[in-house]
């Protein structure tokens, strides 16, 4: 099985820990991932504020070189990336006009859709998911965990087309799949604010503290996100909000990806867990040698 990989500007600073954490399982299922020679950046939150030729000229300028490889599929970690590549794939097929413009500016035509998969999407797809208990080597089932999806991987629905938009079970049947139960919560698809984090803070503390209220009302140890904002702004923001409020939450948040690491034997030293502002260390208590 092989993908090509948009190793994107988040997973090469903030969110290390992720792509660290994915290239381990992906290593252990066999599958190779193959970054693109000349990747930008996609735009990110910024360039549809700015121009919607460009917004869309970023992600699709990536697809062509990914075509250009010979390659029909790329695996994009970063919600935001994901968003911004899928969006740009719906609009050009909805405006040919809009398609044309495009096509113009990065001198290059989109003969055969490249398919954009989040790599929940992979994971959750046969014969991945069934292989997975078989890779297990530690027990985590006495971590109580609860799968934090975030609005931008399940919205627009029409343009994203992942799971079920209000309530999505990718990620938890994945972590089931080696070993990890996760809790039922009524939090899973809001959002935590994203990139107001830098604009608005006050606004991702109120909204990250519900998060980490309804989490903890329902007993979670821990978060599992599969977002880099998400994590940024639970993770980095936690401690503040809890001297805000006067409250002590100690969630660790945690990547999907580093909890099936884990699970499947991949030594804690090698996912950077040090990395995390939130001590990992209640996490790794539960880890059990089978």
């Known amino acids: 099985m092989k993908y090509a990989y948009y190793n994107s ?16 399982i992906f290593k252990k299922l066999d599958i190779e991932l193959v970054e693109p020679k000349n990747w930008i950046c996609c735009g990110s939150t910024l360039a549809h504020n700015v ?125 089931s799949a080696v070993g990890i139960p996760t809790l039922d919560w009524s939090h899973k698809t809001e959002c935590c604010g994203g990139s107001l984090s830098i604009t608005r803070p006050e606004i991702v503390r109120k909204l990250s503290r519900d998060l980490l209220e309804d989490a903890k009302a329902v007993g979670a140890e821990a978060i599992s996100v599969p977002c880099t904002f998400c994590h940024l702004n639970l993770d980095v923001r936690q401690e503040e909000i809890e001297r805000e409020h006067n409250v002590s939450y100690r969630l660790p948040i945690l990547y999907f990806t580093e909890l099936m690491a884990l699970a499947m034997g991949v030594s804690e030293k090698d996912l950077l867990l040090k990395m995390h502002f939130v001590d990992t260390d209640s996490v790794l208590q539960k880890v059990v040698a089978r």
């Open 51 to 175: 121009s919607r030729l460009l917004s869309l000229v970023l992600p699709l300028q990536n697809l062509a070189e990914i075509q250009k490889e010979g390659l029909d599929a790329v695996v994009v970690p970063c919600t935001a990336c994901y968003s911004r590549f899928k969006t740009a794939q719906y609009e050009i097929a909805e405006n040919p006009e809009m398609a044309a413009q495009v096509e113009e500016v990065i001198e290059s035509r989109f003969e055969k859709k490249v398919k954009v998969i989040h790599p929940l999407e992979v994971l959750s797809s046969e014969p991945v998911i069934s292989r997975l208990p078989e890779l297990v080597e530690k027990d985590l089932s006495g971590l109580k965990v609860v799968s934090y999806y975030g609005c931008l991987l399940l919205r627009p629905p029409k343009i994203m087309e992942f799971d079920i938009c209000e309530y999505p079970q990718t990620m938890d049947k994945i972590l």
């Open 9 to 24: 500007c988040s997973l090469r600073s903030t969110g290390r820990e992720y792509d660290k954490s994915l290239r381990a």
